[in-house]
Nanobody, 121 residues
Framework: QVQLVESGGGLVQAGGSLRLSCAAS????????MDWFRQAPGKQRELVAQ???????YYADSVKGRFTISRDNAKNTMYLQMNSLKPEDTAVYYC???????????????WGQGTRVTVSS
């Protein structure tokens, strides 16, 4: 089995910074795309940022210039550096990854349990 575990959420004032981590563990052969999603109260889950296996990145317009996604393939870990945080960034942030398990040839989708980020004004 594969597990994704997020950490780094918390309460921060507007303008502050947080760094989220997502560590993947288990029977992993390789990890393709890794993503951060978020879901604010009463809203749909949305894609925040994505990083491919070769390091190509994508950002939602709402976080461009403020958030930076990265990954350490040797550690099967992804990060989200969040700077200049705004109250509208308040949400539960979820890690998602397409993982190829050992002894398999295709990837499967996995989600973390989520970590809460609260930005106060």
């Amino acid at each position: 089995q594969v597990q994704l575990v997020e950490s780094g959420g918390g309460l921060v004032q507007a303008g502050g910074s947080l760094r989220l981590s997502c560590a993947a563990s288990g029977s992993i052969s390789s990890i393709n795309t890794m993503d951060w999603f978020r879901q604010a109260p009463g809203k749909q889950r949305e894609l925040v940022a994505q990083v491919t296996g070769i390091g190509t990145t994508y950002y939602a317009d709402s976080v461009k210039g403020r958030f930076t996604i990265s990954r350490d393939n040797a550690k099967n870990t992804m990060y989200l550096q969040m700077n200049s945080l705004k109250p509208e960034d308040t949400a539960v942030y979820y890690c998602h990854a397409l993982v190829v398990r050992t002894s398999q040839t295709s990837s499967s989708s996995y989600w973390g349990q989520g970590t809460r980020v609260t930005v106060s004004s």
